[in-house]
Each structure stands twice: as structure tokens, then as C-alpha cells.
């Protein structure tokens, strides 16, 4: 084998592997953001929830069952979500959704 098909050949592996590392930490900024959303909106929805003026206006049952839902995310979020999907982070984000809007929009 010629030394410029070796060289060649290694030049190609290293960009092969500089592209898997760059897909890779794409990957990870996304799963990331993902995770910064999550954190955003239930702190989003704790305010609100913990705010005097929209929490007269909220059903007790409809606040605490709200409340109950936000805890159980923060102590996922806090307990070791950090080797989550994206998809993950984006379906609990949804899971808080359907239970806040239709209560806060409501309020």
C-alpha cells in the first residue's frame, strides 16, 4: 500500500469521525434544549400556580391536582433525567401541558 493511499485513507477516517462528533454534539444541544424548556415551563407554571391572583381564580382541586403534576416533574428532573431523550424531555413536557392549559386558560 502507497503511503499517499494510507494517508488518504486516514485522512477520510478522521473527517468520518469529526462528522459523527459534530451529529453528536448536535444531538446532545438539542436534548439540552429540550431539557432547558422543560425546566422553563414548570418554573413557568409554579409562578403562576404560586401566584395570589391567579391562584383565587384556579379550583382547589384543579390547583393542587396541577401542583401534584409539577412536583412529580421537578423530582424527575432532579432524580436523574439527565441521561433522557429529547423525546422524553419533550413528552413530559406535553404530559404538564394537557393538564395546565385547559386549568389555567380557564382561570
Do not use: F
Request: net charge negative; aromatic share 4%; charged share 30%.
Amino acid at each position: 500500500m502507497s503511503l499517499n493511499r494510507m494517508q488518504s485513507g486516514m485522512i477520510n477516517h478522521l473527517i468520518r469521525e469529526n462528522e459523527e462528533y459534530e451529529n453528536e454534539e448536535g444531538i446532545e444541544a438539542e436534548r439540552q434544549q429540550a431539557k432547558n424548556q422543560l425546566e422553563d415551563y414548570v418554573n413557568k407554571l409554579r409562578t403562576s400556580v404560586d401566584d395570589p391572583t391567579m391562584s383565587k381564580k384556579m379550583d382547589a382541586g384543579d390547583k393542587a391536582k396541577l401542583y401534584t403534576q409539577i412536583v412529580d416533574v421537578i423530582a424527575w428532573l432532579n432524580g436523574g433525567s439527565e441521561l433522557a431523550s429529547l423525546e422524553t424531555y419533550a413528552q413530559k413536557k406535553q404530559e404538564l401541558a394537557d393538564v395546565a392549559e385547559p386549568m389555567i386558560g380557564q382561570s
